[in-house]
C-alpha cells in the first residue's frame, strides 16, 4: 500500500508510464560495478485520488543496490 505523502490517502498504485508521442516510454538504469552489471527498470506510478499527487516507483529496487 502507497500513502499520498502530500495528504496521506491510499494512493491508486500499479499504473503505467509513457510518453505522448514516444514509442518506448521511460527506462531507470544504473551502471554497476564490473563490466557486466548493471541494473534497470521501468517504472510504475501511483496516483492519489483525492488531491492527484503522482509517486513513480520500481518494483524490484534492490536490483540498485551496489
Given at each position: 500500500?502507497?500513502?499520498?505523502?502530500?495528504c496521506q490517502t491510499?494512493?491508486?498504485a500499479d499504473c503505467n508510464v509513457n510518453v505522448e508521442g514516444g514509442l518506448?516510454?521511460?527506462?531507470?538504469s544504473k551502471k554497476g560495478g564490473g563490466i557486466f552489471r548493471r541494473a534497470s527498470a521501468k517504472p510504475?506510478?501511483?496516483?492519489?485520488?483525492?488531491?492527484?499527487n503522482v509517486a513513480f516507483y520500481i518494483e524490484d529496487p534492490r536490483a540498485f543496490r551496489v
Open positions: 500500500m502507497r500513502i499520498c505523502h502530500q491510499e494512493m491508486i518506448y516510454g521511460i527506462k531507470i510504475k506510478a501511483a496516483v492519489c485520488p483525492d488531491c492527484g
